[in-house]
Nanobody, 122 residues
Framework: QLQLVESGGGSVQPGESLRLSCTGF????????IAWFRQAPGKEREGVAR????????RYADSVEGRFTISRDSAKNAVYLEMNSLRPQETGNYYC???????????????WGQGTQVPVSS
């Protein structure tokens, strides 16, 4: 049973922007800390951004600070990742994940989506 579903991926050129969505099914996303991860081909999954439940504190990987923004839309039960100035090395599969306990950018989240692909190339 799918509980988190990502959407919004697609091919972009370097320097372009894209907004990814993470929608909750069964899960009420406001009750969870939500993070975005990416996995490039042949590499380990890495945390990109996180937003906490309740107070909405955010944290970003150093490589995306200032270019990516994570946000919530409670009415739509969704969390977004706005990505600007995308780089070719940011090509990969992007996943959202949820957990009751804050895992920051670690991978110990209990709930994971199936991912959405973001190829960045000219």
């Amino acid at each position: 049973q799918l509980q988190l579903v990502e959407s919004g991926g697609g091919s972009v050129q370097p320097g372009e922007s894209l907004r990814l969505s993470c929608t909750g099914f069964v899960l009420i996303l406001d009750d969870y800390n939500i993070a975005w991860f990416r996995q490039a081909p042949g590499k380990e999954r890495e945390g990109v951004a996180r937003i906490t439940r309740g107070n909405g504190f955010t944290r970003y990987a150093d490589s995306v600070e200032g270019r990516f923004t994570i946000s919530r839309d409670s009415a739509k039960n969704a969390v977004y990742l706005e990505m600007n100035s995308l780089r070719p090395q940011e090509t990969g599969n992007y996943y959202c994940a949820g957990n009751m306990v804050d895992c920051e950018l670690g991978t110990e989240y209990d709930y994971w989506g199936q991912g959405t692909q973001v190829p960045v190339s000219s």
